[in-house]
């Protein structure tokens, strides 16, 4: 007896081995590119859009929406730019031309309190050098810093804040790494505020070619501003004492006319914040105010009318006005930064729904799984053969 197949037997044996290599062939393909048993499909992404529609207020003129009863807009202001808003929410109450670029004077310093104060902590002493002082402007407003006399850093922010001393805006600066970085650093600051009206060439103020900001701007550093307690400290303070010759000093008092009383009334319940003049940016401010549980700042620069101190009449009158309005007026802006766009998310392609359990397991199948149920009918296939095979007569 020969042992051996008849060429119609080794012609079911080659079928079967080629089925059971083309199972597994397949298997593979599809674990390679899964989507065909199920998987998802990325099909693209589409760009996020940020939530916020452009605002109204980059229209120049006024801006408010009424209720019924509200009070009208205060006929006797006449700033180039101001705004009003309530300090809590940053809910921009009523504007005029609030995104208008204009020099802002020492308001600025607002933004310099708000980028150097938490770098610099208010105990440290520092002796001032005459080189940190070489670059105060001509003109500037000063509070009395001397070379080579020591002052603690809390001093020198009185001096900033009372009398808004270009002088003390000098030396902290240069505390903070200089003048360029603290351009730079206020630059950035202003940026992350939401502030895009700024343009910071002086840290102090000082008029300086391209230099700007802006109503809105000055409104977000004041809000900004009260939420910090130093800032909120300095700014509410009246009077003060600084450093001078020995153990004594000499008083120094609040330039914002509004907090002390100086030359107009005080204004009730005032809590700041800073006041600014330069020949080229006019008279500026930006005050707040408490009253009824409610915060409200608001921001004139450059009043019109030529009347002595018209700035803090204007301010007055925006704050009653503000007071009064309180719940009567819709919001025409918002001070807070606007919100980033979401991260642009990719869209699958979705799958039928699996009509029972059994099915949606047979859709997630692994990789390994596939090749060993492909082997496995390949497998199969050749056992059915052989068996086939057996059957049969020896020689056939």
Same mark, same amino acid.
């Given at each position: 007896?020969?042992?051996?197949?008849?060429?119609?037997?080794?012609?079911?044996?080659? $079928?079967?081995?080629?089925?059971?290599?083309?199972?597994?062939?397949?298997?593979?393909?599809?674990?390679?590119?899964?989507?065909?048993?199920?998987?998802?499909?990325?099909?693209? $992404?589409?760009?996020?859009?940020?939530?916020?529609?452009?605002?109204?207020?980059?229209?120049?003129g006024t801006?408010?929406?009424?209720?019924?009863g509200?009070?009208?807009?205060?006929?006797?202001?006449?700033?180039?730019?101001?705004?009003?808003?309530d300090?809590?929410?940053?809910?921009?109450?009523?504007?005029?031309?609030?995104?208008?670029?204009l020099?802002?004077?020492?308001?600025?310093?607002?933004?310099?309190?708000?980028?150097?104060?938490?770098?610099?902590?208010?105990?440290?002493?520092?002796? %001032?050098?005459?080189?940190?002082?070489?670059?105060?402007?001509?003109?500037?407003?000063?509070?009395?810093?001397?070379?080579?006399?020591?002052?603690?850093?809390?001093?020198?922010?009185?001096?900033?804040?009372?009398?808004?001393?270009?002088?003390? %805006?000098?030396?902290?600066?240069?505390?903070?790494?200089?003048?360029?970085?603290?351009?730079?650093?206020?630059?950035?600051?202003? /940026?992350?505020?939401?502030?895009?009206?700024?343009?910071?060439?002086?840290?102090?103020?000082?008029?300086?070619?391209?230099?700007?900001?802006?109503?809105?701007?000055?409104?977000?550093?004041?809000? $900004?501003?009260?939420?910090?307690?130093?800032?909120?400290?300095?700014?509410?303070?009246?009077?003060?004492k600084?450093?001078?010759?020995?153990?004594?000093?000499?008083?120094?008092?609040?330039?914002?006319?509004?907090?002390?009383g100086?030359?107009?009334d /005080?204004?009730?319940?005032?809590?700041?914040?800073?006041?600014?003049?330069?020949t080229?940016?006019?008279?500026?401010?930006?005050?707040?105010?408490?009253?009824?549980?409610?915060?409200?700042?608001?921001? =004139?620069?450059?009043?019109?009318?030529? %009347?002595?101190?018209?700035?803090?009449?204007?301010?007055?009158?925006?704050?009653d006005?503000?007071?009064?309005a309180?719940?009567?007026?819709?919001?025409v802006?918002?001070?807070?930064?606007?919100?980033?766009?979401?991260?642009?998310?990719?869209?699958?392609?979705?799958?039928?729904?699996?009509?029972?359990?059994?099915?949606?397991?047979?859709?997630?199948?692994?990789?390994?799984?596939? =090749?060993?149920? $492909?082997?496995?009918?390949?497998?199969a296939?050749?056992?059915?053969?052989?068996?086939?095979?057996? /059957?049969?007569?020896?020689?056939?």
């Amino acid at each position: 007896m020969t042992i051996g197949s008849s060429p119609r037997a080794a012609r079911f044996s080659r $079928a079967a081995v080629c089925c059971s290599v083309i199972c597994v062939m397949g298997a593979l393909a599809i674990a390679s590119h899964p989507e065909g048993v199920g998987g998802s499909v990325e099909v693209g $992404a589409q760009d996020a859009k940020s939530s916020l529609e452009p605002a109204s207020l980059y229209r120049s003129g006024t801006h408010v929406r009424p209720r019924a009863g509200a009070p009208r807009i205060p006929r006797d202001v006449s700033a180039v730019a101001w705004v009003v808003a309530d300090a809590r929410s940053g809910e921009v109450l009523a504007a005029h031309n609030a995104h208008r670029k204009l020099p802002p004077a020492s308001t600025l310093k607002t933004l310099f309190a708000l980028t150097v104060l938490p770098r610099l902590p208010g105990g440290l002493k520092h002796t %001032v050098k005459s080189k940190e002082l070489a670059g105060v402007g001509e003109g500037s407003s000063l509070v009395g810093v001397q070379e080579n006399r020591t002052y603690r850093v809390a001093d020198l922010w009185r001096g900033v804040f009372l009398s808004s001393g270009n002088d003390a %805006v000098h030396v902290l600066a240069s505390l903070n790494g200089g003048w360029r970085a603290t351009t730079e650093q206020m630059q950035d600051k202003a /940026r992350a505020l939401g502030a895009h009206d700024t343009h910071v060439v002086s840290p102090d103020g000082y008029d300086a070619r391209g230099q700007v900001s802006s109503a809105f701007d000055l409104a977000v550093f004041g809000r $900004a501003g009260l939420r910090n307690a130093e800032f909120a400290a300095y700014c509410a303070t009246a009077t003060a004492k600084f450093p001078a010759n020995g153990r004594w000093g000499y008083g120094i008092q609040n330039t914002n006319r509004l907090l002390t009383g100086a030359g107009v009334d /005080r204004y009730p319940g005032l809590i700041g914040i800073k006041n600014g003049y330069t020949t080229n940016a006019g008279n500026t401010l930006v005050a707040a105010a408490e009253r009824g549980g409610r915060t409200l700042v608001v921001t =004139v620069m450059r009043p019109q009318s030529g %009347v002595g101190f018209a700035v803090y009449e204007e301010a007055r009158s925006l704050l009653d006005w503000g007071f009064r309005a309180a719940g009567r007026v819709d919001p025409v802006g918002s001070l807070l930064p606007p919100r980033p766009a979401a991260a642009p998310q990719p869209r699958r392609a979705s799958l039928p729904p699996a009509r029972d359990k059994d099915q949606a397991a047979g859709l997630g199948w692994s990789e390994a799984g596939v =090749v060993a149920g $492909a082997a496995g009918v390949g497998a199969a296939a050749v056992s059915l053969f052989l068996r086939l095979r057996g /059957r049969r007569r020896p020689g056939d």
